[in-house]
């Protein structure tokens, strides 16, 4: 039996499709967003199939609310109703004060905050009831990278979406979210000047499988909604 129908943006890959493996062990059916990462959503796709679980991928560009509109059409007429939305996809682009661009800024402010916005309104419409939204912030919204300013500008706002939503949206839908730390570094880290671990309490990088459960977590504590939790091995605190 399934427990609804889940959606994670950005969900071919990476974190994303740790999060959507782990609702699948959970019992829930997924929706695989992607924007052009078809072949790795395929097989996402196949490995949540081989787990018994209905799967189907669909491709769509979120920094454009037309697209995201499309999106939700399309999961309305092929599922009906929405149990869970997790708002993952997010750019991550080294971004240094003195060369952003103005299209750098808007385009890291329609993918990292604007989406996860639209995307819940669309979703809120879906969830005729107990439906849980799951937004994926970053402790660089709390603590500020110079390289990474406008990156940690979004994640602020999607933290404070998180606590605007789950008013909003309550008693029907909870709104919760989850920050990761140090968590599968991105390709050109190695350009940065400090080990990642090096104020890491926990003295190591965190894992995928790390954020997934959080996140299975969240959607299964009915009485939790409107706080983030970090999970960065303690390195908000060092």
């Known amino acids: 039996m399934s427990n609804g129908w889940a959606l994670v943006t950005g969900g071919a890959q990476r974190l994303g499709r740790s999060i959507a493996l782990e609702l699948a062990q959970a019992g829930y059916d997924i929706i695989v967003h992607y924007h052009r990462s078809a072949d790795a959503a395929s097989a996402t796709v196949a490995e949540i199939s081989a787990l018994g679980r209905s799967a189907w991928s669909i491709s769509a560009d979120l920094r454009t609310t037309d697209a995201i509109e499309r999106l939700f059409e399309h999961v309305r007429e092929r599922c009906g109703a929405l149990s869970v939305l997790i708002n993952n996809a997010a750019d991550f682009?080294?971004?240094?004060?003195?060369?952003?661009?103005?299209?750098q800024w808007d385009a890291l402010?329609?993918?990292?905050?604007?989406?996860?916005?639209?995307?819940?309104?669309?979703?809120?419409?879906?969830?005729?009831?107990?439906?849980?939204?799951?937004?994926?912030?970053?402790?660089g919204g709390d603590i500020p990278w110079p390289s990474y300013l406008p990156y940690s500008?979004?994640?602020?706002?999607?933290?404070?979406?998180?606590?605007?939503?789950?008013?909003?949206?309550?008693?029907?839908?909870?709104?919760?979210?989850?920050?990761?730390?140090?968590?599968?570094?991105?390709?050109?880290?190695?350009?940065?000047?400090?080990?990642p671990t090096q104020r890491v309490p926990l003295?190591?990088?965190?894992?995928?499988?790390?954020?997934?459960?959080?996140?299975?977590?969240?959607?299964?504590?009915?009485?939790?909604?409107?706080?983030?939790i970090a999970v960065d091995g303690g390195r908000r605190w060092a």
């Open 93 to 103: 682009p080294r971004t240094p004060v003195d060369s952003v661009t103005v299209e």
């Open 109 to 139: 402010m329609a993918l990292n905050l604007r989406a996860p916005f639209f995307c819940a309104q669309h979703a809120a419409r879906l969830m005729p009831e107990q439906g849980v939204i799951v937004n994926l912030a970053d402790i």
């Open 153 to 195: 500008v979004s994640k602020a706002g999607v933290l404070m979406l998180v606590k605007g939503l789950a008013v909003a949206l309550a008693p029907r839908i909870r709104v919760v979210g989850v920050a990761p730390g140090v968590v599968l570094l991105p390709e050109n880290w190695a350009s940065e000047q400090h080990p």
């Open 203 to 228: 003295r190591r990088v965190g894992e995928a499988a790390d954020i997934a459960r959080t996140v299975r977590f969240l959607v299964e504590s009915p009485y939790i909604t409107g706080e983030t």
